[in-house]
């Protein structure tokens, strides 16, 4: 019983620090000294933005700094940087080392073939990525995860298993600052990266999955990364559907004058922890066993959550809030209704509001943040498979094996016609014959390959009009 009381007192690896964290600046701005304090803040922000403006030189007739001194200064940020470089680095080992699969039990439908990898982001930062392949080699489609704040991808390697089980290839990428990836651990300076490396990860899967669905696949924080993503259509045209899990859709602060406040804190002191901000969190799932196995992992952040950070999931989440009614990407929506993590309102408001043609949602009853998590995890999990399955039975989108395509791509070759793929979205493909016009098809990328086979297929030759 005092185990389980502990537990309770566990703090949320996700966004369950943001409401302390900004709490603690409300309560401060409401006495007389902190208001002191806030306006000469808020003067020096002022004097600091005067002093980078652009003004004219002056010629000084001073010394220049000492040799020692300008030695001292670039001795101290190359320690910070190699601190920092070390620290990723003994993540990435620890990332390497948690176990992917299962020992094997000798049921052939879990055996599955599994791998890690660097990916170098938009920014050129490595991402620690991991996947999971049926050992089969069926496919029916394949699941890209992003995790939530402050865990990573390893902690999804169960629900990778399952999802393999039923011929489904799984992807999973550590944002920067998470898991094995570059990054002060915990910190994210900008969602916006995170959204921009989950594009470009998932145009590099497509390129080497051609003609396989694929979907996206976000929890909490990253739920909201999922969801901005696919708001963007050359994104939205390569997925059929995203899954999210308790996503960040209304993050509010405890006081509307800490929104007006954290963009000038999270510029001046980006990286600044509120040392109390992680005090008595709330417990995000029902099973003891789960939470001692999060907060004992080394890989999960458990430090107070830095001011850009929280900044960037209030910025997120309002952007996202405002912009419902714009979203027209298949989705499928899981909330517990005692999330006291993110709100499931939010969810709920979400799948009232959006275009989307194909979109589901599921409350769970009693349910907390970690749905994956739970001690009904199986169930859970069973509810988004059957839900990509459905939407894989309903699409209009032509399906082909990757047999099918190698056998077109062949008999392209053997008339004598070159093919050019767009490598960039994976949206256009040209046919050039010799001797005739090019033709080219713009649209779904399954669609065009469609097409060549009805054209190329027969070896009949058509004319290209």
Request: positive net charge; glycine residues 8%.
């Amino acid at each position: 019983m005092e185990t389980a009381m502990q537990v309770e007192e566990l703090t949320s690896g996700a966004s369950g620090r943001i409401i302390p964290l900004f709490r603690n600046v409300r309560q401060s701005l409401l006495s007389y000294d902190a208001f002191r304090k806030s306006f000469l803040l808020i003067y020096s922000f002022f004097v600091w933005i005067l002093l980078l403006l652009p003004r004219r030189r002056r010629l000084s007739t001073s010394p220049p700094s000492s040799p020692t001194v300008v030695v001292a200064s670039v001795k101290r940020r190359k320690f910070g940087l190699r601190r920092d470089e070390e620290d990723t680095l003994r993540r990435r080992v620890l990332a390497e080392a948690i176990e992917m699969v299962e020992e094997d039990t000798g049921d052939s439908n879990s055996r599955c073939h599994w791998s890690t990898s660097l990916f170098f982001g938009t920014r050129r930062n490595a991402l620690f990525c991991r996947s999971w392949f049926p050992a089969s080699g069926d496919l029916k489609g394949i699941l890209i995860i992003i995790h939530g704040l402050n865990e990573h991808s390893g902690r999804y390697a169960h629900f990778a298993k399952q999802l393999v089980s039923f011929d489904f290839g799984v992807y999973a990428m550590d944002w920067t600052g998470h898991g094995g990836s570059d990054g002060l651990h915990g910190y994210v300076p900008s969602l916006d990266h995170v959204v921009a490396d989950t594009g470009a990860f998932l145009e590099k899967i497509k390129l080497e999955n051609l003609g396989v669905p694929c979907f996206l696949f976000g929890h909490s924080t990253g739920g909201a990364v999922v969801l901005k993503a696919a708001s963007y259509p050359h994104i939205e045209e390569m997925l059929e559907g995203i899954i999210l899990t308790s996503p960040a859709l209304r993050v509010k602060p405890a006081h509307p004058i800490v929104g007006a406040v954290a963009p000038i804190f999270s510029l001046l002191a980006p990286r600044f922890q509120f040392k109390g901000a992680n005090k008595r969190g709330i417990p995000v799932s029902r099973d003891p066993a789960a939470l001692l196995a999060k907060y004992s992992d080394p890989l999960v952040y458990t430090g107070p959550i830095r001011v850009r950070t929280g900044h960037e999931i209030l910025r997120i989440s309002s952007y996202l809030t405002r912009n419902f009614k714009s979203i027209t990407v298949p989705f499928f929506v899981l909330h517990g209704t005692a999330d006291r993590v993110t709100d499931p309102l939010a969810s709920q408001d979400l799948y009232d509001e959006a275009a989307s043609k194909f979109k589901d949602i599921k409350l769970y009853e009693g349910f907390l943040h970690d749905l994956l998590f739970e001690p009904e995890r199986e169930e859970i999990a069973q509810d988004i498979i059957d839900w990509m399955e459905k939407r894989l039975n309903s699409s209009n989108v032509v399906e082909l094996r990757n047999s099918q395509l190698e056998l077109n791509l062949l008999r392209i070759r053997a008339r004598n016609c070159s093919v050019f793929c767009d490598r960039r979205w994976l949206r256009r493909v040209e046919i050039r014959d010799p001797g005739k016009k090019s033709r080219v098809w713009l649209g779904k990328f399954d669609t065009a390959e469609a097409a060549v086979i009805s054209d190329f297929g027969d070896g009949s030759g058509a004319a290209a009009q």
